[in-house]
């Protein structure tokens, strides 16, 4: 069995598809997403297709997907972030809205395997797990050898009972016994200096996991965030990977 991890995806649908293609070509079977769909980029209802296109064994809500469904005031956000999450819901269908609504902060796949944005010890508060300190936390909470994460958009693993693995990583097999968090990077908007598309393929027959880096069409995602008046600095991060 083979499943692709994808996260953060951010609506960048040309992302998406370059990652979905590399996903096929190694025979993935199955699909995770540890979630924030939509934000940032200009494609969030066509993103949302493709995701529920896959029936995912798993899809968790990220905190993007959670300000995009809901219709709460965006207090003590900047004003970019604000018209990002703005033009977000603007252009999202009613039933789409409903259904990132629905989505749980956390879930358990089966007694190898938790998925959540976050963190675990706090999912709804959007904390991040940069370090072995706050990755601590989510292990006290974490009953599963295994669990899959985002929100950084920065790829690695923690082992608490091992090091650290930076996102440099290709391929990480699992000890007996060790507990491992591991962040899947981001499809849409890699913040690791790398602007690739990142995503995890996950074999737990075999316990390993490997980092994929795809290269994506990022000029026509760039022209996309324009047209659509997104904030400049949607576009130019892109191609920094920050
Ligand atoms: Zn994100």
Redesign the pocket.
Known sequence: MKYAILG?I?ANLEALTAVLEKARDEGVDKFICTG?IV?YNANPRECLEQVRALQPEVVVR???DDYASSETELIGFNPQAARVVQWTRDHLAAEDRQWLSQLPLHRTLDSHTTIVHATLDMPGRWGYIFDKLSARASFTYQFTPVCFY??T?VPGVFDKFGGVTDGSFQETVFEAGHKYMINAG?VG?PRDGDSRAAFLIFEPGEGRIALHRVEYDIKAAQRKIKQAGLPERCATRLALGR
């Open positions: 953060d951010h924030d934000g990220g905190n993007h985002g929100h958009h981001s908007q």
